[in-house]
């Protein structure tokens, strides 16, 4: 290696570079033919155990053999390979390297050999580990609230069906028998949900969301299925329109995952206009070509301003202590992006309104 024409300052280069680096020449084959003094440091090998071995003697066994194909092929290709390699001690502990390793090329530009640079970054990996495991613990922590604020909505149902039951059958009333049956399956099918949120949320926590082939106004009608009652408790009128037809509204996506945002985002205007003079909701679908909208539209007059920077935030809700947990719009945003849409407060129209675009199946 040579940095210009001053020698003394190449010598003072190359020293410091000792210091700092863990260097080591092999041959065309790979075997070792220089090491320095990092090296035998780092690996607890001294330079008669490891001249004329190839950098198997390091190998920690965690990377496929693939990743060392990968790494031949582009220094054989005369091209520089970098990368991080976990290699091992010689008394067996592990230690990760920032790795450069780069061709030696002769005056006719044929390889006699490579030189590998490497660096110690195990304290950063370790930090990076840590930081992780941080992550996960919060991310599960967000996890077990995201389970149990879906959970709710399908609970709610069963027991207002069961009181409903209860007190018929404590005030000996007469019960009509395709009533009975309506509620039975409105709380086997809320039942049902709630397998389904929890075999979901199994599926995120491993990585593995199934996502096929939907249509939204389907999604939309099965959504508003679990909110039907709660219209009705509420004296909220409410009205679907599909501006399109349904082979022109499909999605990829997780039949799950779009019902929780249909769900979360109604069950928010609900909550916000109860009590209001004339309250109601209206759930639309158009496709815009690229995209299908999907808008969430309420009889309220907007959302302020101030609150609107903090809405999309884990656990900000402006609703009482037990009405609401401040996951479901951070959840929704989740579940859209990561579905590669986008989710926004439409400020333009004269009510309350939320537009999700999700990419149309083309």
């Known amino acids: 290696m040579t940095f210009g024409n001053n020698s003394a300052r190449n ?3 190359l020293e410091y570079l000792d210091t700092v680096a863990i260097i080591s020449e092999s041959d065309i084959h790979g075997n070792i033919t220089y090491v320095n003094s990092l090296f035998e440091f780092i690996t607890g090998y ?5 001249i004329g071995k ?3 003697i390091v190998n920690s066994g965690f990377h496929p053999p693939e990743f060392f194909k990968n790494l031949w092929s582009t220094i054989k290709n005369k091209k520089v390979w970098r990368g991080d390699i976990l290699n091992k001690k010689k008394n067996g502990d592990l230690y990760w390297v920032d790795s450069t390793i780069f061709p030696v090329l002769d005056i006719q530009n044929e390889i006699t050999g490579f030189i590998s640079v490497r660096y110690d970054i195990t304290e950063r990996v370790r930090l990076k ?8 613990l919060r991310s599960l922590g967000e996890s077990t609230a995201q389970i149990l604020h879906d959970i709710m909505n399908p609970l709610m149902l069963i027991d207002s069906s069961l009181k409903i039951i209860h007190k018929k059958i404590d005030e000996s009333i007469p019960y009509d028998q395709q009533d009975l049956l309506k509620r039975v399956l409105k709380m086997e099918s809320s039942s049902k949900r709630i397998g389904e949120i ?3 949320m199994q599926m995120l926590m491993h990585g593995t969301y199934e996502q096929k082939i939907l249509d939204l106004s389907t999604e939309v009608e099965a959504a508003f ?12 009128k409410f009205d679907i329109s599909f501006l399109d ?6 999605i990829n996506g997780n039949s799950v995952q779009i019902q929780q945002v249909i769900i979360n985002l109604v069950n928010n205007s609900i909550d916000a206009i109860e009590g209001s003079m004339d309250p109601w909701v209206k759930v639309s679908l ?5 995209e299908v909208r999907l808008s969430v539209i309420d009889s309220g007059l907007g959302i302020d301003p101030k609150i609107q920077v903090k809405i999309w935030d884990a656990m900000f809700t402006t609703k009482d202590l037990y009405k609401g947990t401040g996951l479901g719009l951070g959840i929704c945003k989740k579940i859209v992006e990561s579905l590669k849409g986008r989710i926004e407060i439409n400020n333009d129209s004269p009510n309350t309104r939320f537009d999700v675009y999700l990419p149309k199946l083309l």
């Open 225 to 236: 299925g679990y909110l039907a009652e709660k219209f009705q408790n509420k004296q909220v």
């Open 245 to 250: 037809k349904p082979e022109d509204l499909r």
């Open 46 to 50: 001294s330079k008669n155990e490891l």
């Open 198 to 200: 929890c075999r979901s």
């Open 11 to 13: 010598e003072d280069v």
């Open 286 to 290: 158009e496709n815009l070509g690229q």
């Open 54 to 56: 190839n950098h198997s």
């Open 129 to 136: 580990e840590a930081e992780i495991a941080q992550y996960r």
